[in-house]
């Protein structure tokens, strides 16, 4: 057996020896609780499906917003026009100073009515609609309830892209850009085609947990009464009075989502060959 | 082909006027560094000119004004590129530099695009070439640089000196009327600084060229001028045989003694 093959073993002997005390603290562990994870399954558990559907719609609609929004204010921070300059650093500032449950309740009741969201927000129910009636969501999801949150979580995503998005732009040469338009090309162009291309490709990580952050803080919709899987499982909670199931339940579901996005990044990180920078020296 | 055809007549056509060029760099709250202290280059089309002297000098600061990479300060007296005003703030710089190709010391490949995307690019979007006829354009310049084989190769997979090739044929991609180079085998091994002068060499013959370089042999051989910059000031000026056999002031001696 070689050296470096020894070590190995010596290493997964030791996490195997942790994992399996781990387990047996658990299993031995009395929770003075009566698990019901039949009748949860018969019952209940097709709700925390619901909420789910909603939960990824919801987090997908505000990447979709988040992602141009960010690289926007982004590329606003780095500009020359002081003008712009100042309403990127507002908008992060505001945006990521502020606690995001406060957020989503201004959005909800303060802004939604005078900002007219109700009328995205029908569009949006409209669009989901189909889906959810495939995917068998039973009630009905509020325009402006659905429109707040995606407000408020787009809005607060895209002030850390924005972060993440102007260290990406700072990190590249300042001969890229001074080759690009030495050829001519105007600052706009050589932003889209020489910058920013190599930026999102440093940025990828730091996106992908923004994205997850994003899943999760989805959460924080229920209290303006979005029935997300959050909500669902308190649902669940209140009627089938089972506290450990639809939680530990819910804990997976969102775990589940969150790491094929992940795999996902790390897929298109490899695609782009970015992956293989910094490896570790054996 | 490349442009300039060196007909007698447009010989005497001043591509650039330099007059009293000055720059200044705050460094501190308080503290000012003069890179420019009042700068005069003519140069006329079809000349090669060498800019040399000490690090500091001023050399690089001037040649990228000539491609608006950096803003003479207000109180200067003149620069026209081209017949363009780079002085007046009217002037459309993105225009100018289009029109004036840039070598630089450490390359600036794009590393995202192949070495055919490099070329392609700027005539794509800045003169709105399709991109079939861009690639073709590109594939003749790398054919004329001697690195056809590598076109959809990325850059890094490139030596130093085939780097400063694609760059030089990535500048002529956009059909300059005049190319700046900004120490273009500074950066290069020693081994490759010959193959990079090669294509300069090959060029001269069809382009203006300013250069900025400590390659004494190359101004020597090359050069139709050779300027001799101190403190931000042209110090010298003249054919390669007179500065190098015979310079008048004591600065450019001292220089030559340390280089040559």
């Given amino acids: 057996m070689t050296r470096a093959r020894r070590r190995l073993a010596i290493r997964i002997a030791i996490y195997a020896a942790v994992v399996g005390l781990a387990l047996v603290v658990i299993a031995r562990a009395d929770l003075r609780y009566r698990w019901a994870w039949g009748l949860f399954f018969d019952r209940w558990a097709h709700l925390l499906l619901e909420g789910l559907v909603l939960t990824v719609e919801v987090s997908l609609v505000s990447m979709l917003l988040a992602l141009p929004l960010g690289v926007v204010i982004g590329l606003c921070r780095t500009a020359h026009d002081p003008g712009a300059r100042l309403l990127g650093f507002g908008f992060v500032e505001v945006f990521r100073g502020t606690p995001l449950l406060v957020q989503v309740m201004i959005w909800y009741h303060v802004l939604a009515g005078p900002m007219g969201l109700e009328g995205p927000g029908a569009w949006l129910v409209a669009a989901l609609g189909p889906i959810n009636r495939a995917l068998g969501v039973s009630h009905a999801v509020q325009p402006t309830t659905i429109a707040a949150a995606v407000a408020a979580l787009a809005c607060f995503a895209a002030s850390y892209i924005a972060e993440i998005v102007r260290a990406g732009v700072q990190s590249i040469d300042r001969g890229q850009m001074e080759a690009a338009r030495s050829l001519g090309l105007t600052h706009y162009q050589a932003m889209r085609h020489v910058i920013l291309p190599q930026a999102l490709r440093r940025i990828l990580p730091p996106l992908a947990s923004e994205f997850i952050a994003l899943v999760k803080d989805s959460s924080l919709a229920s209290v303006i009464g979005l029935q997300e899987l959050t909500m669902a499982t308190r649902d669940v909670q209140a009627g089938a009075y089972m506290t450990f199931e639809p939680w530990l339940v819910t804990a997976a579901l969102y775990l589940g989502i969150n790491v094929l996005l992940s795999l996902g990044v790390r897929r298109l990180e490899k695609r782009l060959g970015v992956a293989r920078r910094g490896e570790a020296i054996q | ?260």
């Avoid at chain 2, 590129?81 to 100018?96: A, C, I, Q, S, Y």
């Avoid at chain 2, 042209?234 to 340390?258: C, I, M, N, W, Y």
């Fill in chain 2, 1 to 260: 082909m490349i442009s300039g055809d060196a007909n007698p007549a447009a010989k005497l056509r001043p591509l650039v006027e330099a007059r009293g060029l000055r720059k200044t760099y705050r460094t501190g709250v308080d503290r000012v560094v003069n890179a420019l202290a009042g700068f005069d280059l003519a140069v006329t089309e079809g000349e090669i000119v060498c800019l040399i002297g000490p690090s500091g000098s001023g050399k690089s600061t001037a040649l990228r004004m000539l491609n608006a990479l950096e803003r003479p300060d207000a109180d200067s007296g003149a620069l026209r590129v081209l017949g363009h005003d780079l002085l007046d703030p009217e002037t459309d710089m993105d225009r100018v530099r289009a029109e004036v190709g840039m070598v630089f010391q450490h390359f600036n490949l794009f590393p995202h695009l192949s070495v055919i995307e490099n070329l392609a690019l700027a005539p794509r979007l800045v003169r709105g070439a399709a991109p079939a006829d861009a690639r073709a354009r590109g594939l003749e310049l790398l054919e004329r640089v001697g690195i056809a084989d590598k076109a959809g190769e990325p850059p890094d997979r490139l030596s130093g000196g085939q780097k400063q090739r694609v760059a030089i044929a990535r500048a002529l991609a956009m059909n300059p009327r005049l190319m700046l180079f900004d120490e273009p085998t500074s950066a290069l091994d020693p081994e490759m600084v010959g193959e990079v002068l090669d294509v300069m060499r090959d060029l001269a013959a069809k382009m203006t060229m300013i250069v900025v370089t400590h390659e004494m042999g190359f101004a020597r051989e090359v050069a139709s001028r050779v300027v001799f910059m101190d403190e931000g000031r042209v110090v010298e000026d003249g054919p390669p045989d007179q500065v190098f056999g015979a310079p008048s002031h004591p600065r450019t001696r001292t220089f030559l003694e340390k280089v040559l």
